[in-house]
């Protein structure tokens, strides 16, 4: 079970599961939970988490308990939610974070199985995680947050794929908290934009000219960087320990990149990709 909250922390004597917490978003909000007391259990497809468990160790007062789980299977997501609770007796949030951002995919080089998995782990992993937690969730009026993106909101070139995907979690989240008030719990998401994380590192190194693309994902913000996983971190905490009069909303992190005119006519800019 728990242990009773300490004054300063946030989120003291809680317990929270985080999907993909090896790195990126997931590590920084795995290490800000432990920092603020929290007993967190996440995981990722990796048998072994590396250094992870031994690094929140040293940050404390909370700990932290890796379980490998591939967020594509039902089996493996059910196991998780009983590990979890089994462990500490309770759940009181989960931090939907797991998913992937392909390269560039174009319409007539997407096939049918290409979507299915990605939707499979974007999309469906977070319903079924929300499916087994809830029951949990339900008995202390906890919360989950989906991590969503605002190319859900904005759209993307080449990404229709990954779009589809993100715009299905911020409409999910909006209709699982209508269904959820009625027994207190509440479903919230962020929407991060161009957050410096090793799969936007990934995918510039695949780009052409690595760092032209880097400086336009710093381009892209009115404040001129791209933000990282920390700030994402704090918003989730924020959801999860502070903003108890907000469900169903979609907190966009994005530094301005959705604001103000810019030239963005695709008809002068001549390409081949469907010839």
Request: hydrophobic share 40%; with cysteine; proline share 4%.
């Amino acid at each position: 079970m728990a242990a009773a909250a300490s004054p300063g922390l946030r989120y003291s004597g809680r317990v929270a599961l985080v999907t993909g917490g090896t790195r990126g978003i997931g590590r920084a909000v795995v290490r800000l939970f432990v920092q603020n007391g929290a007993q967190v259990v996440t995981c990722a497809k990796e048998e072994e988490a590396g250094d992870l468990e031994q690094e929140m160790k040293t940050l404390g007062p909370g700990d932290c308990l890796y379980v490998p789980c591939d967020v594509t299977k039902e089996c493996d997501i059910k196991r998780l939610v009983e590990v979890t609770v089994k462990r500490f007796g309770r759940l009181d949030c989960l931090v939907n974070n797991a998913g992937w951002h392909p390269p560039e995919q174009t319409i007539k080089d997407t096939s049918a199985d290409d979507f299915r998995a990605l939707l499979d782990l974007n999309l469906l992993s977070c319903f079924l995680m929300a499916k087994y937690a809830m029951p949990h969730l339900r008995e202390i009026q906890g919360s989950i947050v989906n991590v969503s993106s605002l190319v859900g909101v904005i759209g993307q070139s080449h990404a229709v794929p990954y779009v589809s995907t993100k715009g299905a979690v911020t409409a999910m989240t909006k209709a699982m908290a209508v269904d959820e008030s009625k027994y207190g719990v509440r479903v919230n998401c962020i929407s991060p934009g161009n957050i410096w994380t090793p799969m936007w590192q990934e995918l510039a190194s695949n780009a052409p000219d690595p760092e032209a693309m880097i400086q336009g994902g710093k381009d892209a913000q009115l404040i001129g960087r791209m933000g990282t996983p920390e700030e994402c971190a704090q918003a989730v905490l924020y959801l999860v320990a502070e903003a108890t009069f907000c469900t169903g909303i979609d907190l966009i992190l994005s530094g301005g990149a959705e604001l103000n005119y810019a030239n963005k006519n695709q008809q002068r800019v001549h390409s081949s990709i469907y010839d």
